[in-house]
């Protein structure tokens, strides 16, 4: 089960959200997101989910993520949240405050609230401009509320970035997509 949940979790990196009611502060590796439009999509299949939630700097998330495209020459935030299952796979994302950590930092506890941070900056051919060790959020909480009647979730997050230690803050919200992505995930340039 432990496998499976990092599968899941290499396969959401890859994604990200936006929408109204949008703040982002701060810059990673130099690079900051003026955010046009965000999402928050479910993840998974019958053995776990999680919730992705991905702010970017182009509009139509909620489209490119159900043709499972990435936006070339873009910059975006993605966070997967989830809490641990009593088999160690993820189960879904209620409400609650996540702990921001790396996948090789994460102690898989029965109950945890967990997030993986990561941020983009892609080129022309969708390749990463930002290394990982640097794009990579190790630290920091996302406080989440879980989508409302009006299918809205509801976030605010202070995470640390990369060795350079880099800090973002800021809160969004966000319409629920109307499909789920099942791994893996193969992901083109658009």
């Keep these: 089960m ?7 979790l290499a396969t959401t990196a890859l994604v990200g959200f936006g929408g109204a009611n949008v703040a982002f502060n701060g810059s ?3 690079h ?7 999402a928050v999509v479910r993840v998974g299949d019958e053995t776990g989910s999680t919730l992705m939630v991905v702010m970017s700097d182009q509009e139509g998330v ?9 936006a070339s020459n873009s910059t975006e935030l993605s966070f997967a949240l989830f809490k641990v299952g009593p088999e160690l796979e993820p189960l879904g994302a ?9 996948l090789r930092d994460m102690e ?8 993986q941070a990561h941020f983009h900056k892609r080129d022309a051919s969708c390749n990463e401009q930002v290394e990982d060790e640097r794009a990579l959020g190790y630290s920091g909480h ?5 989508p409302d009647a009006n ?22 919200s966000a319409r629920l997509c109307d499909f789920t992505l099942s791994p893996p995930v193969d992901y083109t340039c658009q």
């Design 108 to 115: 898989l506890e029965p109950g945890a609230l967990l997030s």
């Design 2 to 8: 432990k496998m499976h949940m990092m599968a899941t």
């Design 62 to 70: 909620c489209e490119r993520l159900r043709q499972q495209q990435q």
């Design 94 to 102: 209620p409400t609650g405050v996540y702990s921001v950590r790396s």
């Design 151 to 172: 299918g809205l979730a509801h976030l605010r997050y202070d995470i640390s970035f990369g060795a350079q230690n880099d800090r973002v803050t800021g809160e969004l």
């Design 28 to 30: 990673v590796d130099g």
């Design 142 to 146: 996302i406080d989440f509320q879980e």
């Design 32 to 38: 900051t997101l003026n955010v046009r439009d965000a």
